[in-house]
Structures are given as C-alpha cells and as structure tokens.
C-alpha cells in the first residue's frame, strides 16, 4: 500500500499567516526596557520536519531575543551531562503553579520541587552546566544553543545590557537558592549567564530547528548531528508540556495537545515528536506573557494537521 501523503505545510501555514498577519492585539513585553522598541509588526513562521524539510512563512530576517525558550536547550543539555536524576533530586520538575519569576515558590518549598523552565529552576539549570568557570559554561550553554540550531548565534547585547542592568529580581532568586543550598555556583555569575543565555538572537527559523531537533530524538534535522539523546529529548519534552506557557500552560495543552515553550521576546515553540518543530514570532504578549498571534497561529497548524496526540480516530 502507497504511504500516505505528506500534508501540505506550506499551505497550511501560509493559510494561518495570512489569516493572523493583521492581528494587532497584545503588548510588547517592558519589563526589559529593551523589549519594547522591539517591532510589534514582526511576525514569522517555521516549521522543520524530523526528515529536514523546511517550510517558512512571513518574516524569517528579523531576530528576537529568545528570552525563556533558551531554558529549554540548557534543561537538555543538563539532563545529557548530569542524567534526569540529578534535575529532579537538584531542581525539581513539578510545574509550580505561581509566576513564572516567583519567590513564594521558592519559600514554600524551601528550594526544592521547583522547575527548570521558569526562572528559579533555569537559573540553577545554569549553575548545574559543565564548564569549570563561569567563561567555560557560557561557551557550552552558546554551543549547545548552535548545535540545536545547526547556525552560529549571537547574543542581542542591546537586551543583554538592558536586562543585566535591572535584573534585582533573579539575582534575588539565585541568592535565595543559594542559601537554601539549591544553587550550584557563585549565584551573580550563574545569573549573568541565564542573563545572557535569555539574550540569543533568534529567527522563526532557527527556532524551528531547534525545536525539531527535540522532535527528532536529539538529532538536528539540518545538520545531522546528535545533540543529546532520545532520551533527553523525552524527559525535556515532558518538562515542557506541563510548564511550557507560564500560568497558561495547562490552557495550552488543553488545546493544542503537543509541548510548547514560550518567551517573552515573542517566541513560541511546539514539538510534535516523531514529525516536526514549528516555531513563530510575533513579539505582542498577552497579560500572561505568551505572544498572541503566535500561540493563535500554532493552535491553528495544529488543528489542521490533526497531529494533537490526544486525538484519535476510534477503532470500530
Ligand atoms: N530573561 C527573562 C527573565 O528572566 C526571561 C523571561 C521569559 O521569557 O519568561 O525575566
């Protein structure tokens, strides 16, 4: 029997493009000063297949800072160095259900139960990556980030210096940690990289590498080369599907049925494992910090290519 035919992503997404281009609802996030004088008008899709094909949509020039999207990469690697073990015992993987910067969330559980993808557990994330000085693990967490997206990337240092300059609260955070013995190295640097790490500059493309190199089973789809295992790449892929959208994550998996992780520089990414990443930018935030038309447009990719796990034709 013929196998059946590869849907039409092309025109599925150019259907959703053309059907959000106009969107003008949401907010640039300004909590970065930097943030907001970032084009609202911006608004790319990519989608990447496990076998490497790629299909984009819209603006692929421009690049956002990929803000939170980054924990994700530094999870992986972490999970490949150190094993799942050490991120549950060291870190935690419960979503927390407080914000995603939250400080409660640390005290109630004294450091410990919290979660890699958001700010307490990726900035310990950090802490945790090889690298003997905090120059050596920048360089692996950037070649860890290149290796996902099979280019070399480069930090936005307009929004590195905005941010590292007002950034009291995760400093905040990792000394928190640090005295509750959560936090493994000096907490200023270890924040300063996750920083940094927040400040990778990224297009709907690179994105979307990225994201099927998860749904690839660690193989980059472009490049060929291993990143992290199979396994990795499920346990990541899990962190994500319960704490993906900050306080929306549970809406998210509701609807759309595949991990997703967001920032607030714009991005989104969705992982169907086994088929492809898509990725989309459009830098206006709703009041929970995901970007609007990205989250509306992948709802819709989604929905047409009935690739939601939780879907299934019933056996008669
Ligand atoms: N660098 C940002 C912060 O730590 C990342 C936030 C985000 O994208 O969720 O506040």
Redesign the pocket.
Known sequence: MAAPAAPDYQAIIDRAYAKYKDLKEGKNADY?KELAAVDPNIFGIGLVTADGKIYTAGDLNSRVSI??ISKVFTLAKVIEEQGEEAVRQKIGVDATGLR??SIIAIELQKGKEINPLV?PGAIAAVSMIAGADSAAKWKNILQTHDDFAGEILYVNEPVYIS?AGDNLR?QAIAHLLFAYGRMYFDPVQATDIY?RQ?AINVNARNLAVMAATLGNGGVNPITKKKVVSPETCAFTLSVMATAGLYDDSGQWLYEVGLPGKS??GGGIIAVCPGKFGIAVISPPLNVV?NSVKAQKTIYDIVKELKVNPYLVSPKM
């Open positions: 970065i803000q939170s995603f910067n700010n941010e995760n920083t927040c920032g607030v910090g």
